[in-house]
């Protein structure tokens, strides 16, 4: 037995369907992790700007970093290469569109729109707030960056609480299906789990979306006001 | 022969096209006065009947057992594979399913990889190939052992037997948005991964069927779900998942190849 | 001049015949068998099986199907079961008992030693379906399970679901498929087989059209090996797929191969009626369906109550009341003839009160739907999807039809025809099941041959005989390739004003008419009489549109309806000149108290009807049967 990267996995549709879902899944679990630690701004300004500190300061930073970039890409290129393939194998579309029974699943349709404006709304949220104004602040001594403010800032505009929101969704879309896919891809879905996975992805989904758009909503509507 | 039975006129906008190099368009028909109680293919005939009288070329479309279980017939009816009904195949879809002044389209499956031969008719020999590479067990005629000597749990016949009652009609890759055979590969795969006398050759007909179906130009698998909504013999997403864990496990534990020398 | 046949049955007691006439067979010796070729016509059961068989052994196999893909084959259709002398029930079963009852079902005009090797071979056959991976039903311990079926009083038919036929044949489908894989099979799909060609006397090759190009093929072997299936659809409505024609075995037939029994067809008795004039075909609902469902007309004329306001005093469940020991499992000629009876008599239900109920209110009572719902659930859903009615309400309405074909080219005991290396197997040839059909022997009789009898014979024939090499620029191959060509242009040039479906149809209502359930000497001379001047009207009034040079379904239907049109007469002659009732051949003039009475002392024998020319009558050859295991009996299933 060798386990050696096998001849043609990477090639063929179902090894690239592992790989993009593996890359998938990376990202799912960090935007949990991401919306999880944003919730600190419910508790205080301080709080959210030490997280963020704590997170930046050692060197694990830039390997978590590039991860992220390396499974983004690869996401990215994977769903660009079967996209191509996949229209490749359909020129054509159909007169009519199924209205009954035999339609597709909510959400699955349209995974390379949404993956593309996610992906568009990535880099604007980095330009934003990664490599947005930087403000200082000291938190127990300790001076760091005060994203609080600039978050603060960016979501008192309409526009951008707007984007978010559209973002988001479509974030959740995204992982309702993407998540599920993931099971069936790496061929984990049976008969009795098949329903209990999709709810979980969509109970993932759901908590994650509403979890990042509780931020904007809560600073335009309340924290702004005072 | 139900008491219900009417009769009702329709407008069908079927896709004609010559042949596989020709160029097709919509035309436009009426179907007068059919029973509720005639089949969706009856209703063609009749179509095709008067078409011939007039000396027009009747519509081609595939078909063969009209009870569908071979497997020859099928095309879209308004963007639905087999046409409206779940778990039925257009031979078996009755007219008691539409209504007075329907204007139903008809279109061929379109992929790639099954080309157009004329009007509703497409060219499926890929599935052929799909099987050919691997979807068998290699028995050759008479070394069988006596067939009870092969224990099989009434769960495990009874799943491979729901893979197995694929017909190889091709709905789902017609209603997939990305023409994937997954489905139909995947049913073969799981109904002899499923059975004990599957095993020896299950890694390969994993790896061997899947090569085939990504040579054919078949798409990849979104997990959209319409080809299992599609499929008239509800074969379940499942079985791609079941595929999937056999590509892999196969892929990644493969046996190394013994080298059995030339010449014996 | 009239001859006799010699069905060349090997000697010796009925049980060692096989076993000897194998090992006195000459083999080929395995390097040669490369150097041999097979053409194989049809992909059904039969087909399939025989050129996965044979392309393991060796040889170099083409196999030829009229569809798209050899896995539509009309066996896909088969829905109960097949059967095999395995005894699992431990009910008494013995290959002797599934030979006594095929010989007795088949109302002795079958020959025994065909049918005490079919019975031998049946075990083999569930054994290599299992092994090529068939899911066969299961019982909880994991061992296969089995049905009843009619005709017989043990359990011996071996299922999967409803839809046995398509397991088997997806079985032996992959294997063939396994063998292209190979190399050893060439497949060559949408070609339809329009002529057999033979070089000094042996049959070595066929003309086969591209359905999709329209060309005219020639391809050459050195045996042709004939898988076509049989020939119901001369009656129009059957519940045989819209592409099972005779086709391929009239042009064998047109060829000097002897047609045998043309007049034994089955008329199965539980098919969907038929509901208008539009309808293309019927809907069989499998005999299995009898195991629990019961058959019964009202008591009274013309009752129009709904069935289930009628009370059980008031149903003649009739075949109980007339065959008490076998009941609703009585065979299945027994069975149509019995539903005829009662719809002659004024007592029959629907519409056109041409049906009688099948019905499962008993069974769902004693065992609840679910336990129904798992044996017939996928024939429940079908009765539904045609009918609009659900059968767990009320009773299926049933009406018998055409369904399968006894008789076919005449072969030997080896499945060779009258014409050296022409071998026919399954329903094309007529050998083993007399003048009925039991059910789930088809499937039985389809895998053997193909399977285990072929790869054994054609071997032999191979050995003991010098063949030639033969080129497809022979004179014998053009000539062929030519007179099918020039018969498509002739259909292509009539451009009269009827369409071919309206012929077919006019022959299926004479067919029906004169030569279906029942059959009497005055509508077949009807018959004799209005057949050939439909023929006539065909060849100068048919309308095929379209172009030869493409894919043309109509003129695919045209060539077929031709040949019916000259089988339905052959069909006829044979009726009328077979003066005794036996099976599913049924003369009013020959009965007694409502059942066949058939005439041993003039009739046992096969007819084998010569093909002498289209302006001449055929002449009828004759095959002695004996009966020396089973003795001649009234048939009885009382």
């Known amino acids: 037995m060798s386990l050696s990267l096998p001849h043609g996995f990477l090639t063929s549709t179902i090894g690239k369907k592992y790989l993009m879902g593996l890359a998938g899944a990376v990202w799912a679990g960090f935007v949990l992790s991401h919306m999880a630690g944003n919730l600190l701004m419910f508790i205080s300004a301080d709080a959210y700007n030490s997280y963020g500190h704590a997170l930046t300061s050692g060197n694990i930073i830039y390997a978590i970093e590039l991860i992220l970039v390396g499974t983004l890409i690869s996401h990215v290129f994977l769903a660009i290469s079967l996209t191509r393939q996949n229209r490749a194998a359909r020129t054509s579309g159909y007169a009519v569109s199924p209205r009954g029974e035999k339609v597709a699943r909510f959400g699955s349709k349209t995974m390379g729109v949404q993956g593309s404006i996610v992906l568009v709304f990535i880099i604007s949220h980095l330009i934003t707030f990664k490599y947005g104004t930087y403000y200082e602040t000291t938190v127990n001594g300790v001076v760091m960056r005060d994203l609080y403010r600039l978050m603060v800032e960016v979501f008192q505009q309409p526009g951008y609480v707007f984007w978010y929101l559209v973002c988001l969704v479509l974030l959740g879309v995204h992982l309702s299906h993407g998540v599920g896919s993931v099971f069936q891809s790496f061929g984990l879905m049976n008969g009795r789990y098949q329903p209990i996975f999709r709810k979980l992805s969509l109970a993932y989904a759901v908590i994650v979306a509403l979890g990042f758009i509780a931020q904007p909503i809560y600073i335009y509507f309340v924290a702004s006001l005072g | 022969m139900s008491e219900l039975t009417k009769k009702i006129n329709l407008i069908l906008k079927v896709w004609r096209q010559k042949g596989p190099k020709d160029v097709g368009s919509f035309k436009e028909y009426e179907a007068k006065g059919v029973s509720t109680d005639a089949s969706f293919l009856e209703m063609l005939d009749a179509v095709n009947e008067e078409l011939i009288s007039k000396g027009d070329d009747p519509i081609a479309f595939d078909h063969d057992c009209r009870e569908g279980i071979c497997g020859s017939c099928g095309f879209m009816i308004d963007g639905e594979a087999h046409g409206p009904q779940k778990s039925t195949t257009v031979c078996q879809l009755h007219m008691r399913a539409f209504k007075e002044g329907d204007v139903l389209t008809l279109e061929p499956w379109r992929a790639s990889a099954f080309p157009i031969i004329k009007d509703l008719m497409a060219d499926r020999s890929a599935m052929d190939r799909i099987i050919m590479a691997g979807g068998y067990i290699s028995a050759n005629t008479g070394g069988a052992r006596d067939a009870n000597s092969i224990l099989i749990s009434k769960n495990d016949a009874d799943q491979a037997f729901n893979a197995a009652t694929c017909i190889g009609c091709g709905a789902c890759v017609a209603s997939c948005k990305n023409a994937a055979a997954m489905l139909f590969t995947a049913a073969k795969v799981s109904h002899l991964a499923l059975l004990p006398q599957g095993q020896i050759e299950r890694k390969t007909r994993a790896e061997r069927m899947v090569a085939q179906m990504d040579a054919e130009g078949f798409g990849a698998c979104t997990s959209t779900g319409s080809c299992s909504a599609s499929c008239p013999k509800d074969i379940s997403l499942v079985n791609i998942a079941q595929m999937n864990r056999e590509f892999l496990k196969a892929k990644v534990f493969k046996e190394d190849q013994v080298d059995v020398g030339g010449g014996f | ?638």
């Not at chain 3, 992909?43 to 393991?56: D, I, K, M, N, V």
């Not at chain 3, 050939?532 to 493409?550: A, D, I, M």
Request: aromatic share 10%; net charge neutral; charged share 25%.
């Open chain 3, 1 to 638: 001049m009239s001859k006799i046949l010699d069905g060349k049955i090997p000697d010796g007691s009925i049980d060692k015949k096989w076993t000897d006439h194998k090992f006195k067979m000459k083999l080929v010796n395995p390097a040669n068998k490369r150097k041999h070729s097979v053409i194989v016509v049809g992909t059904g059961l039969a087909g399939a099986s025989a050129a996965a068989s044979l392309g393991e052994l060796g040889y170099r196999v083409k196999a030829f199907c009229v569809h798209e893909s050899p896995r539509r084959a009309h066996s896909v259709a088969a829905q109960g079961g097949i059967n095999a002398a395995k005894n699992y029930q431990n009910d008494g079963d013995s290959v002797y008992r599934l030979f006594y009852d095929t010989v007795k079902g088949g109302d002795f005009r079958a020959r025994e030693a065909n049918v005490h090797r079919l019975a031998e071979i049946s075990v083999n056959i569930i054994d290599q379906a299992v092994a090529s991976g068939v899911p066969l039903a299961r019982d909880y311990g994991g061992l296969l399970d089995n049905r009843s079926f009619g005709g017989a009083q043990v359990s011996r038919t071996f299922y999967a679901r409803g839809q046995t036929g398509q397991q088997l044949l997806l079985g032996a489908y992959s294997s063939m498929m396994r063998q292209v894989d190979l190399g050893n099979v060439q497949l060559n799909y949408r070609r339809e087989m329009l002529d057999l060609v033979i070089v000094d006397g042996r049959a070595r090759g066929i003309i086969v059209r591209n359905l999709l190009t329209g060309e005219i093929e020639a391809h050459e072997a050195d045996v042709v090996i004939l898988a076509s299936g049989g020939y119901s659809n001369v009656f129009y409505l059957s519940t045989n797929a819209m592409a099972c024609a005779v086709t391929a075995a009239w042009k064998a037939h047109k060829k000097g191969a002897y047609f045998a029994n043309p007049c034994y067809t089955q008329i199965h008795p539980t098919c969907i009626p038929v509901h208008g004039e539009n309808q293309s075909k019927l809907t069989l609902m499998s005999e299995s369906l009898r195991n629990d469902g019961r058959v019964w007309v009202p008591k009274l004329k013309d009752d129009k109550r709904h069935p289930s306001d009628i009370p059980d005093a008031e149903r003649d469940y009739y075949l109980e009341r007339v065959y008490p020991s076998f009941g609703n499992l009585a065979p299945r000629d027994v069975a149509s003839r019995q539903a005829k009876y009662r719809c002659d008599e004024g007592r029959g239900v629907g519409e056109s009160g041409k049906a009688v109920y099948l019905d499962f209110r008993d069974a769902i009572g004693r065992l609840g739907e679910s336990k129904i719902s798992e044996r017939y659930g996928n024939l429940f859903q079908m009765y539904e999807k045609i009918t609009g009615e659900n059968p767990y309400k009320q009773p299926m309405r049933i009406y018998p039809a055409p369904h399968y074909t006894m008789g076919g080219l005449w072969v030997d005991y080896n499945l060779e025809s009258n014409i050296p290396g022409l071998f026919v197997a399954g329903e094309a040839n007529f050998s083993d099941h007399g003048a009925n059909r039991l059910g789930a022997s088809a499937l039985m009789q389809g895998l053997g041959d193909g399977y285990f009898v072929l790869p054994y014979t054609v071997g032999n024939y191979i050995a003991n005989t010098k063949l030639e090499k033969v080129e497809k620029t022979h004179d014998e191959f053009k000539r062929a390739q030519e007179t099918v060509k020039s018969e498509i242009t002739k259909l292509m040039n009539i451009r009269g004003n009827r369409t071919v479906e309206s012929f077919h149809k006019e022959l299926g209502h004479i067919m029906w008419e004169y030569c279906g359930m029942g059959r009497n000497e005055a509508g077949l001379k009807r018959a004799l009489e209005l057949i050939p001047k439909l023929r006539e009207e065909f060849w100068q009034n048919v309308r095929v549109p379209g172009e030869s040079n493409y894919l043309n379904p109509e003129l695919e239907k045209a060539g077929r309806v031709a040949d019916f049109l000259e089988l339905g007469e052959l069909m006829c002659r044979d009726a009328l000149e077979r003066k005794e009732s036996c099976g599913g051949h049924f003369r009013e003039e020959y009965q007694e108290d409502g059942e066949a009475k058939r005439d041993d002392e003039n009739f046992s024998h096969v007819a084998a009807w010569e093909w002498t020319g289209a302006n001449s009558p055929p002449v009828r050859h004759k095959e002695e049967l004996k009966f020396e295991n089973v003795k001649l009996a009234t048939r009885s299933y009382k």
